[in-house]
């Protein structure tokens, strides 16, 4: 048995399932864990998650029986409903935050930080280090969270959900920030596996908000 996950932009999801069907036979779905389980004739089957919890698609009390189309069409529909998302990124050494929004991303800011890597030192010179090394934590920490104060407006900006990436520790650290705990009542979209938070990182933010996670097993 094969078991892989991937990501699948919800607007090319139709064409994957009709690609499962060249592949794999007959398909037959249910909808499971808020998303579609597809059963191909081989045995493959294919968990399709959308990326937030309020596209669970057991809130729209689907019969049984729905053909296979229907069901990854609601799912696709959900995905793609028009929706404002707040994106906060930190990984040691960098930054971003964005407002991703129907027509892509608005507002933004990409930023660095210096912190250094670890070392094999010692005694007083490993404790200095560790010192200096997680005051620059606090500082990429302090400056996140200026930024996404500033570019969120978190206090009066409305948004539907919101996305995370990179080092989840220094995210929770920035989020636990006053001035963006509204974000934590938000639904929480896939924290991304991103590399340091650049600016094509986060011109990619729009695609990551639509995208389905898929888990495929293949016998």
Request: hydrophobic residues 40%; contains cysteine.
């Amino acid at each position: 048995m094969s078991d892989r996950t991937f990501t699948v932009d919800a607007r090319r999801l139709p064409r994957w399932v009709a690609g499962v069907r060249e592949r794999h036979g007959e398909v037959h779905a249910v909808v499971a864990r808020g998303g579609v389980l597809l059963t191909a004739e081989d045995g493959t089957t294919a968990l399709l998650s959308p990326p937030f919890p309020d596209d669970d698609l057991a809130d729209d009390a689907l019969p049984a029986g729905t053909p296979v189309d229907d069901l990854v069409a609601a799912l696709t529909a959900r995905v793609l409903r028009p929706r404002r998302v707040a994106a906060v990124l930190a990984r040691r050494g960098g930054y971003a935050c964005a407002v991703v929004g129907p027509d892509g991303v608005g507002a933004s800011k990409v930023g660095t930080r210096y912190v250094q890597g670890r070392t094999a030192a010692g005694g007083w010179s490993q404790q200095r280090f560790a010192r200096r090394r997680e005051n620059q934590t606090d500082d990429l920490v302090r400056a996140t969270a200026d930024h996404a104060a500033r570019v969120l407006d978190p206090g009066g900006a409305s948004y539907d959900a919101v996305v995370t990436g990179g080092d989840r520790t220094l995210v929770d650290r920035v989020l636990a920030d006053p001035r963006l705990r509204v974000l934590g009542t938000l639904p929480r979209g896939p924290h991304l596996a991103v590399g340091d938070p650049r600016s094509d990182v986060v011109k990619a933010l729009p695609e990551h908000v639509r995208s389905v996670t898929v888990h495929l097993s293949e016998p």
